[in-house]
């Protein structure tokens, strides 16, 4: 979770999750389509933001 947090501009950018999880940049933009496409995540001022859709997701995988 970096909502919020200092380092959120880093850690929410496409180039960040392709560093971070060692996706090719072409997996890493399906992979953001997909999310843009399922409302979870909006592209804003440069950065992937999660949509209250998409944080209640997030929720549901990580709070068990």
Do not use: K, N, Q, Y
Not at 7 to 27: D, K, M, V
Not at 49 to 64: D, H, I, P, S
Request: cysteine-free.
């Amino acid at each position: 979770h970096h909502e919020g947090a200092a380092r959120e501009a880093t850690e929410s950018s496409e180039a960040h999750l392709e560093e971070h999880l060692g996706w090719t940049p072409a997996f890493a933009r399906d992979i953001v389509r997909r999310a843009e496409s399922a409302e979870l995540v909006r592209r804003e001022a440069g950065r992937l933001r999660l949509t209250e859709r998409g944080r209640a997701a997030a929720r549901e995988v990580t709070v068990r």
